[in-house]
């Protein structure tokens, strides 16, 4: 059993940055696959960035080139860096962890079998 918290959500305006945490406690592994996914209120849960066993990245279309996930394994935490944000960004972020190996798969939730509560993210105009 593996318990996430996220932390690092609040206000900002269009075009500022945020910096969301993730931090592991319980029994872990050490080689999660691990994601970020966000939910605005009347959609669906998206993933926007995966962070692969191997250490390679993936991200979502929406948020290339803005969002950058990360991990420090010492610290067991998952963090992910939010620049350049947009009012579209708005939404509950989640941290998400997986036994499996996601790196042949599209950004699926379903791969994930640990998630955090949440944290808000809200980006005004």
């Known amino acids: 059993q593996v318990q996430l918290k996220e932390s690092g959500g609040g206000s900002v305006q269009a075009g500022g940055s945020l910096r969301l945490s993730c931090t592991a406690s319980g029994y872990t592994y050490s080689n999660y696959c691990m994601g970020w996914a966000r939910q605005a209120p009347g959609k669906e849960r998206e993933v926007v960035a995966r962070?692969?066993?191997?250490?390679?990245?993936t991200y979502a279309d929406s948020v290339k080139g803005r969002f950058t996930i990360g991990r420090d394994n010492a610290k067991k935490t998952l963090y992910l860096q939010m620049n350049s944000l947009k009012p579209e960004d708005t939404a509950m972020y989640f941290c998400a962890a997986s036994t499996v190996d996601c790196a042949d798969y599209a950004l699926y939730t379903r791969l994930f079998n640990y998630w955090g509560q949440g944290t808000q993210v809200t980006v005004s105009s």
């Open positions: 962070l692969e066993r191997d250490g390679s990245t």
